[in-house]
């Protein structure tokens, strides 16, 4: 079919007098073209007047569609099973016409941003090599609106408190703090609402007021607002993570703030300018860090167990024997594990990043070989039989020896004995079994029992019959 500019050239050519072999042998085109345009006298492309082959099966089309859920494959194959003569190019071009499970594009808009203006954060699972395995990690990205300033990290799992690290992190290495962090209704963040109705949580808030920022959300299914952090999570896992291999956290994100260095200084395109170049302009824009910044951490109350351990995500984290049974305060921080009995004492761990059921333990918290660890103190049962009879000091010291029972399953019967039975019965008892080396509480019971017989009940026979 001609276009409307070869339809404006036929008629100039034969108002100018050109003959119509003559403007058909210039155009290129047929005689027979070059008449009919002459003839219709007009620019005007002519619309084509043609019944669509799948306009006959328009309503089963639209039923179809509907029984189908959207799949134009199986309404393809549901006409040709009705008897149908249609391709299936034929029915995706009448339903793109006709506006049968398309939509109309949008055009796409553009955000502007002036510098210090807002930072967006988000995070990605990627999956990389770690310690020689793979396994899936949470990708935190942060990314300065104007600048195109990129910093990202590596965690195990994205909690808040995770997210508290990251953004501390993320605002020193930027060396500043903008006017709003743009956000993507994450739980980490989120109370209740989102987009422009969003509340974050009262400690994530708190963070903002540190920092002097302000948390926001985007409407939910509208990711072309965080666009800007979006975009750099294909090349991180196209570029940062291809081919490389990593020891530990530490090296994974150590490695990740070099590869942030290098890029924010490297030409983009996108952007025509580099990263760094901007930044040297939005600097200047940013809210100062504070003069003091506290290191994030979380505290747990954990009890000592009876091996010397405190247990934090599976780990086991040593400390002094002499805190066994006590209850102590753990703070967790990014790198550490401290764990306070009071206030001068005071155990230092590095942290395990990840819930590995590892145990750590340091070298003076290591009982001497061959020596195993003393108890804190003596048995509270031990204190109490001392205190109501001193003269058991040697047998008990025996039994704590010699017992064949559980030291403090021994102790505790022994204290029923002294409780229960009188005293003048269980002390000779007690000492005829130390002289014999008997330390079987149960025949020791049984002693005192035969005493207790024959000096407590005695009986009265009274005067006897005559025979």
Not at 13 to 30: C, D, F, N, P, Y
Not at 191 to 202: F, N, Q
Request: proline letters at 5%; hydrophobic letters at 40%.
């Amino acid at each position: 079919m001609l276009s409307q500019a070869q339809r404006t050239t036929i008629l100039e050519l034969h108002t100018q007098g050109v003959a119509k072999r003559e403007i058909a042998r210039v155009m290129g085109i047929s005689r027979v073209a070059v008449r009919r345009v002459l003839r219709s006298n007009s620019t005007t492309v002519p619309e084509l007047q043609r019944l669509e082959k799948a306009e006959p099966y328009r309503q089963q089309i639209l039923e179809l569609f509907d029984t189908c859920k959207g799949n134009l494959v199986r309404v393809h194959e549901e006409l040709l099973v009705g008897g149908a003569q249609l391709s299936y190019a034929a029915l995706t071009a009448f339903c793109r016409r006709h506006g049968i499970g398309y939509q109309p594009p949008v055009a796409a808009g553009q955000y502007d941003f002036a510098p210090g203006a807002e930072l967006q954060h988000d995070t990605s699972p990627h999956e990389i090599e770690l310690s020689g395995r793979k396994r899936k990690v949470q990708t935190a990205s942060a990314v300065l609106c104007y600048s195109r300033m990129l910093f990202f990290q590596c965690y195990p799992t994205f909690q808040r408190f995770d997210c508290k690290v990251f953004l501390t992190d993320a605002l020193r290495y930027m060396g500043g703090a903008t006017k709003r962090v743009m956000i993507d209704n994450t739980h980490v963040v989120v109370l209740r609402g989102s987009g422009r109705e969003m509340a974050p949580v009262p400690e994530m808030a708190a963070l903002g007021e540190r920092f002097g920022f302000e948390f926001v959300a985007h409407a939910i299914g509208n990711a072309n607002r965080s666009g800007r952090v979006e975009r750099p999570f294909h090349f991180i896992e196209g570029n940062f993570l291809a081919g490389r291999t990593f020891s530990s956290w530490e090296d994974l994100n150590q490695r990740a703030r070099e590869w942030c260095d290098k890029v924010n200084s490297t030409y983009k395109k996108h952007i025509r300018a580099i990263p760094r170049e901007l930044f040297a302009v939005e600097r200047l824009h940013l809210k100062p860090l504070p003069s003091w910044i506290p290191e994030v951490y979380r505290l747990h109350q954990r009890m000592v167990d009876i091996e010397g351990y405190i247990a934090l995500h599976t780990n086991r984290y040593s400390v002094p024997v002499e805190w066994i049974g006590r209850r102590v305060e753990v703070r967790e921080t990014k790198d550490k594990i401290e764990i306070q009995l009071d206030a001068r004492r005071l155990v230092t761990h590095r942290r395990i990043a990840e819930a590995e059921h590892q145990r750590v333990m340091l070298a003076e918290h290591r009982p001497p070989r061959g020596q195993r660890a003393p108890r804190p103190d003596p048995h509270p049962e031990e204190n109490a039989i001392l205190t109501a009879a001193p003269e058991l000091a040697e047998y008990v010291a025996g039994l704590k020896q010699r017992s064949r029972k559980i030291i403090t399953l021994a102790l505790r019967q022994l204290l029923r004995f002294v409780r229960e039975y009188p005293r003048e019965p269980l002390l000779g008892a007690v000492q005829e079994a130390a002289r014999y080396g008997l330390y079987d509480l149960d025949r020791l019971e049984r002693m005192i029992l035969r005493r207790v017989t024959r000096e407590y009940f005695l009986l009265d026979k009274g005067p006897q019959e005559d025979e």
